[in-house]
C-alpha cells in the first residue's frame, strides 16, 4: 500500500529535557559499544546481541518482544499519552564475514561459520555496533523521561540487514503485533567527519539486487583444453563484459553500479571444471535502470556462454534484493529542521544525490504503508580529513585514502560519535512524539 502522507505533531516533544541525561549515560554506553564490537555475530545469529539489547530495554522499563523475525528484538515504550503519534526507531545488529585490521584495543577475533559450514572471521565492519548502542541509549533517555513526550515508541533491534533481513521481521506478523507507526526513523554511520549529517527528500539509497550465475562446460584434464568446454575461460569473459554495462548502456545522467564479487571454479590447476560461479551485486537508482541492467547482464551471460559452445544454458538466481530507499519528502524536511536546531546548520547537509549503497530499512515502510526518513552520520575523527577534504565531501564523496564501510580497517571514533547517534535519534523522535498534553499527530 502506499505510504500515507507525513504528518508531525503542531505540539512536538522537546528534546532537551531527554538528552540533559545523555552524559550521564555516555560512559556506560561506551563500555557497550566497546563490547558489542569485541563480539560480533553474523546474520541471523545475532544471539548474544540480542539478548544484550532485550535485557537493557526491559532494565529501562520497555515491553519487549524477542525471536522477531528470528533472533530480532522489539521494544514498546508509552509516553505521558499512549494515544499520541507511534514512532518506529530501527537499529540493525549484524556484522560482517571480515577480518579486523583495525588495531583497536577491543578488536575483533571472533570468529563463526557461515550457512555453508565455512568457518569465517567476523568483524563489526559496517558499524551496526554503533547503530545498536545508539538506539540503545536513546530507549532509555526516552524512558527516563517518558512523562515528557505524548505517544509510542518502537525500538526495533533487527537481524541480517547485511542479507536483507527486515523481511521475515515483517513476516513475522510484525503489523499485527506491534502499534502501526506514524513513520519510520533510521540511521548508519559512516567514513564522514564525526558531528556531521546528511540526508535527502526522495531516492537516498539504492536498490540492490544480488545473482548467483553458474555457467556450465566440459571438465577434463587442464593439458588437453581442446576437449572440454573451459567455464573458467566464460566466466571471465562475462566478468569482462559485465563491466560495459553501465559504461555504454546507461546513460551518464543515471547512476548503476555493477559488481562481481566472488568466482569460485575448479580445484587443482590441472584440472578444467564442469562449472563456475559469479555472485554479482547490481546497485540502481530507478527501476527504469534496474530492468535494463538485470537485462543486459541476462543477455552478456547466455550470449558468452553460447560463444563457447556451452551445451547447457547457464542458470542465473536471483538471491537477495533490496528496494529502493525513499525518504518521505515532509518527513525530510521535519528531520532537518529538528537536526539544524539541535546541532547547527553547518553540521547538517543536504545530499546531492541518491548514494550508491542500500539498506533494506525502507521495506518497514513500505510494506506497513507509512512515510520514512533515513539518515547518515559521520563517525571518523575530524583530523583524519584535510581542509580540502571537508569542502569536497559531498561533491566528490569519501576520500579512498580512508576506510570505509566493509572495510576491516573501518573504526568509527567512539567519541563523539556515539553522542551524536543518540542525539540524532531522540531529536527525530521528538519530532514526530507529540508534547505530554498533546494527542494524535497533526492536531
Not at 539478548?51 to 533472533?71: K, N, S, Y
Not at 572471521?121 to 548502542?133: K, Q, R, S
Not at 567527519?193 to 587442464?222: E, K, N, Q, W, Y
Not at 542465473?316 to 518527513?331: F, K, T
Request: net charge negative; hydrophobic share 45%.
Amino acid at each position: 500500500q502506499p505510504p500515507r502522507p507525513a504528518s508531525a505533531p503542531s505540539t512536538p516533544a522537546d528534546p532537551t529535557a531527554l538528552l540533559h541525561g545523555l552524559d550521564n549515560v555516555l560512559p556506560a554506553l561506551r563500555d557497550l559499544y566497546k563490547d558489542l564490537h569485541q563480539h560480533p555475530e553474523l546474520s541471523f545469529q545475532e544471539v548474544r546481541t540480542a539478548g544484550i539489547v532485550a535485557a537493557r530495554l526491559r532494565a529501562a522499563g520497555w515491553e519487549v518482544t524477542e525471536a522477531v523475525g528470528g533472533t530480532g528484538v522489539v521494544g514498546v515504550l508509552h509516553g505521558a499519552h499512549p494515544a499520541g503519534p507511534v514512532v518506529l526507531l530501527r537499529a540493525d545488529m549484524d556484522a560482517l564475514p571480515v577480518r579486523e585490521e583495525t588495531g583497536l584495543p577491543y578488536a575483533s577475533t571472533a570468529t563463526a561459520l557461515e550457512p555453508d559450514g565455512t568457518e569465517v572471521p567476523v568483524m563489526h565492519a559496517c558499524g551496526h555496533d554503533v547503530h545498536v548502542a545508539c538506539l540503545l541509549g536513546a530507549a532509555e533517555l526516552l524512558a527516563a523521561e517518558r512523562e515528557s513526550w505524548s505517544g509510542t515508541v518502537l525500538a526495533v533491534f533487527q537481524p541480517g540487514e547485511e542479507v536483507g533481513g527486515a523481511p521475515r521481521m515483517l513476516e513475522d506478523g510484525f503489523a499485527d503485533r506491534f502499534p502501526r507507526p506514524d513513520v519510520c526513523l533510521g540511521q548508519h554511520v559512516g567514513p564522514a567527519p564525526a558531528g556531521l549529517v546528511g540526508t535527502r527528500p526522495g531516492a537516498v539509497m539504492s536498490a540492490c539486487d544480488t545473482l548467483r550465475i553458474t555457467v556450465f562446460g566440459r571438465g577434463g584434464h587442464g593439458s588437453m583444453p581442446e576437449a572440454t568446454i573451459d567455464p573458467v575461460v566464460i566466466a571471465a569473459a562475462i566478468v569482462m563484459r559485465l563491466q560495459t554495462v553501465v559504461s555504454r548502456e546507461i546513460a551518464a545522467s543515471r547512476s548503476a553500479v555493477v559488481t562481481v564479487g566472488a568466482i569460485h571454479a575448479g580445484t587443482r590447476a590441472n584440472v578444467i571444471p564442469d562449472e563456475a560461479e559469479l555472485l554479482v551485486t547490481v546497485r540502481t537508482t530507478t527501476p527504469a535502470t534496474r530492468e535494463k541492467v538485470l537485462a543486459a547482464i541476462e543477455r552478456i551471460v547466455n550470449a558468452e556462454a553460447a560463444a563457447s559452445g556451452a551445451e547447457r544454458a547457464p542458470r542465473i538466481a536471483p538471491e537477495d534484493r533490496l528496494p529502493l530507499l525513499v525518504n518521505d519528502q515532509a518527513g525530510t524536511d521535519v528531520v532537518l529542521a529538528a537536526f539544524r536546531a539541535q546541532l547547527g546548520a553547518d553540521r547538517v547537509f543536504v545530499l546531492p544525490s541518491t548514494l550508491s549503497g542500500s539498506e533494506d530499512f525502507g521495506t518497514f515502510g513500505e510494506v506497513l504503508g507509512v512515510p520514512s526518513v533515513f539518515w547518515h552520520f559521520g563517525g571518523l575523527e575530524l583530523s583524519t580529513f584535510t581542509e580540502a577534504d571537508i569542502v569536497s565531501l559531498l561533491e566528490d564523496g569519501v576520500p579512498a585514502t580512508l576506510p570505509g564501510n566493509h572495510s576491516p580497517k573501518f573504526a568509527p571514533a567512539v567519541d563523539p560519535t556515539l553522542e551524536i547517534g543518540v542525539r540524532l535519534l531522540v531529536t527525530a523522535a521528538c519530532a514526530w512524539l507529540a508534547g505530554p498534553t498533546a494527542g494524535e499527530p497533526g492536531e
